[in-house]
């Protein structure tokens, strides 16, 4: 006898939370005032990061208490990424949108982000235009924000903005692991997703405290190196390591042309130029490392290599 298929739905709100006791209850009660005003088929995914506090408890409360509440619980602390991961898995509508579980997101919000994402996008990302942080969370935000619209070319103002709608297809067609939450605009759009921007409301913490601060700022540079590698260079790397390999290796030749041709003219290269000389040896023995690890990349994607991996299909017409 088949299980119960559980029947689909328009939305699925998706929130990660961790120690947010004093927020979740209000957030459940703003929320469910938007979703009752709207005529959509909705569930409330609320995903328990390994929270010390009495979140999970408040959780359970409101679960009891609204139909609409499911509640994944994780063994611990595991990331953003990993709780958002979750609640996708669980997530059952046609549009999934996330947003944080801190009440600097307003639900009021949540009717414009689904008008934007109608308008002929796959993604939505909010924009704290007016933000409520203190300075060492604001800075470097900006800081990580314009480098990576720097170096994508995608004019988002906020990628790491937890309040953004997808459609389901978005995030069944992304890996996400590690910390790559901050990048899903990114990794959607060179899938070739359309994705766009709202401004939103920000409002200041009024309970709890912030896990994210300054310090975040490398490791989100790191990974964005990461991402950069997985979107431009991951399906041809002698490219990225083959070019580098060539560079190092040609000025590697070229100051060994020239310490030979002082030595052509008699000079004593070992005593009067023993820095370059070492310095030019470095340099072509890491330029054909860097090359020979291209070449070994290249022979690992041609064993390892998925069709489905090559694109990414936006609608079938088909009579098959």
């Given at each position: 006898?088949?299980?119960?298929?559980?029947?689909?739905?328009?939305?699925?709100?998706?929130?990660?939370?961790?120690?947010?006791?004093?927020?979740?209850?209000?957030?459940?009660?703003?929320l469910?005032?938007?979703?009752?005003?709207?005529?959509?088929?909705?569930?409330?995914?609320?995903?328990?990061?390994?929270?010390?506090?009495?979140?999970?408890?408040?959780?359970?409360?409101?679960?009891?208490?609204?139909?609409?509440?499911?509640?994944?619980?994780?063994?611990?602390?595991?990331?953003?990424t990993?709780?958002?991961?979750?609640?996708?898995?669980?997530?059952?509508?046609?549009?999934?949108?996330t947003?944080?579980?801190?009440?600097q997101?307003?639900?009021?919000e949540?009717?414009?982000?689904?008008a934007?994402?109608d308008?002929?996008?796959?993604?939505?990302?909010?924009?704290?235009?007016?933000?409520?942080?203190?300075?060492?969370?604001?800075?470097?935000?900006?800081?990580?924000?314009?480098?990576?619209?720097?170096?994508?070319?995608?004019?988002?103002?906020?990628?790491?903005?937890?309040?953004?709608?997808y459609?389901?297809?978005?995030?069944l067609?992304?890996?996400?692991?590690?910390?790559?939450?901050?990048?899903i605009?990114?990794?959607?759009?060179?899938?070739?997703?359309?994705?766009g921007?709202?401004?939103?409301?920000?409002?200041?913490?009024?309970?709890?405290?912030?896990?994210?601060?300054?310090?975040?700022?490398?490791?989100?540079?790191?990974?964005?190196m990461?991402?950069?590698?997985?979107t431009r260079?991951?399906?041809?790397?002698?490219?990225?390591f083959g070019?580098?390999?060539?560079?190092?290796?040609?000025?590697?030749?070229?100051?060994l042309?020239?310490?030979?041709?002082?030595?052509?003219?008699?000079?004593?290269?070992?005593?009067?130029?023993?820095?370059?000389?070492?310095?030019?040896?470095?340099?072509?023995i890491?330029?054909?490392?860097?090359?020979?690890?291209?070449?070994?990349?290249?022979?690992?994607?041609?064993?390892?290599?998925?069709?489905s991996?090559?694109?990414?299909?936006?609608?079938?017409?088909?009579r098959?």
């Open positions: 006898m088949l299980g119960h298929v559980p029947a689909p739905l328009d939305l699925s709100l998706v929130i990660p939370v961790m120690d947010e006791e004093g927020n979740v209850e209000e957030l459940h009660r703003r469910s005032s938007v979703l009752d005003s709207m005529p959509v088929t909705a569930e409330i995914v609320f995903v328990d990061d390994g929270s010390r506090d009495a979140t999970v408890a408040r959780l359970e409360e409101v679960f009891r208490a609204d139909p609409r509440v499911r509640v994944v619980a994780l063994r611990r602390n595991f990331g953003k990993a709780a958002l991961v979750a609640g996708f898995a669980e997530a059952r509508g046609d549009v999934v949108v947003m944080d579980g801190d009440l997101d307003d639900p009021a949540l009717p414009r982000m689904l934007a994402l308008a002929d996008l796959d993604l939505v990302s909010g924009w704290k235009r007016l933000r409520h942080d203190p300075w060492t969370k604001r800075f470097p935000s900006k800081f990580f924000n314009a480098t990576v619209r720097r170096f994508t070319g995608i004019p988002l103002h906020d990628f790491n903005c937890g309040f953004k709608a459609r389901r297809e978005v995030l067609d992304l890996k996400l692991y590690g910390e790559l939450h901050r990048f605009p990114v990794l959607a759009y060179w899938k070739g997703y359309r994705v921007e709202l401004a939103v409301q920000h409002h200041p913490r009024r309970s709890g405290q912030s896990k994210f601060g300054a310090g975040r700022l490398f490791k989100g540079l790191l990974d964005f990461k991402v950069l590698f997985l260079y991951m399906q041809r790397p002698l490219q990225l070019l580098l390999g060539l560079v190092l290796s040609g000025l590697g030749v070229v100051g042309l020239y310490l030979g041709l002082l030595k052509a003219l008699g000079q004593s290269v070992f005593q009067a130029h023993g820095p370059l000389l070492f310095l030019s040896g470095i340099l072509l890491s330029g054909l490392q860097l090359f020979v690890l291209g070449l070994l990349g290249e022979m690992l994607r041609h064993y390892g290599y998925e069709p991996a090559e694109y990414s299909v936006r609608r079938r017409l088909s098959d």
